[in-house]
């Protein structure tokens, strides 16, 4: 089977767990992705290719990246295709018509409701346009909530696959890592608590990340990292100094060594302002990442966060973007001793994993005739 990403092989956790769920089920996979300026090793064993493009942002970017998936979709030999995202949906299902492979398609998010599409009317109309025409025609699809598999289902009610499968992006079950005080000083922070930690992939806009470091003004004592890139990371970098200490930002880490991070920290933060479409029905997978590090949270009122927290006790709910409201909320979970909340943390993982999730991956390929 061959695995389509728009994006760098290296970071995408999502895709390497479903790799691993589609090799259980007996597929070898080949991965097909991008290789970007700042693309590190990719140290696998599976089989794949990292193309470059002459573009990475705009119309350029995404012709050439159309045209390249489907040159290579339509030469090399696999018994089955699986896209992810949008973005490398057309040359797959034109592909999938001229070859008469099957067809899974994995969407990461509400695409046509995405941040970066807000206020480009054109783009949206074009992405739109390919998504109603190829959606209806899909025979397996999944995405990573319910609120995004019912609002696709509101907009194609007569679509093949019908309602989306869902399989939310949750971390691999496995024992939780231990709080380490000196892990800190492996990245010249001072083991300051209490230790609040926010982290993203994409720290673009409306992550909250402004949010959360202005809240450190109403907030008594503590310490906020910041892992990630994107523009919000990078506006972070430039409060380092006003901030007297109480500010580390870290570039983005191998999984493992942010897990453990992680599970030093007191606090986890989920911020994203819900001022998109995409954004408001998203469900960020640090937030499982907080969970199985047990860590409490402090989290957006966005639906899915909020139905998974209020569920499990596991935190609080920002009543708004205000920094009071989050220093607030902060100081809140702060009042419940820790090792209460880890509890909590530790009963809601052992539900909230990506192995309670596997099956309907196997639905999906049933559903292609794969």
Known sequence: MVVLVSNDLAHDQRVSKTCSTLEKAGWEIFLLGRMLPDSVPFKTARLHHRFKLPFHTGVGFYACLQWSLFWKL???????????????????????????KPLIYDSHE??????????RAFQRGVWLAVEKWLFPRLNAVITVNDAIADAYLERYPNGAAGRPLVVRNMPLSQKREERDDALWADYNIPCIRPIFILQGAFLDKDRGVREAVEALDSIAKGTLVVVGAGVEFEWALEQVDSAKGRLFCLPKLPFESLRKLTASADVGLSLDRGVHGN????????LFDYIHAGVPVVVSPMPEVARIVEQWQIGAVIADHQPESIADAIERVLQVPNPEWRTRCELAALSLHWEAEEQNIQHALKQAGA
């Not at 018994?79 to 040359?91: C, E, F, H, Q, S």
């Open 110 to 119: 509400y695409f046509t409701e995405a941040a970066g599409l807000t206020g």
């Open 74 to 100: 339509l030469w090399m030999p696999y018994d089955a295709i699986w896209a992810n995202d949008l973005d490398t949906l057309l040359p797959a299902f034109l592909v999938k018509v001229l070859r008469r």
């Open 279 to 286: 954004y408001w029905m998203s469900l960020p997978n640090k």
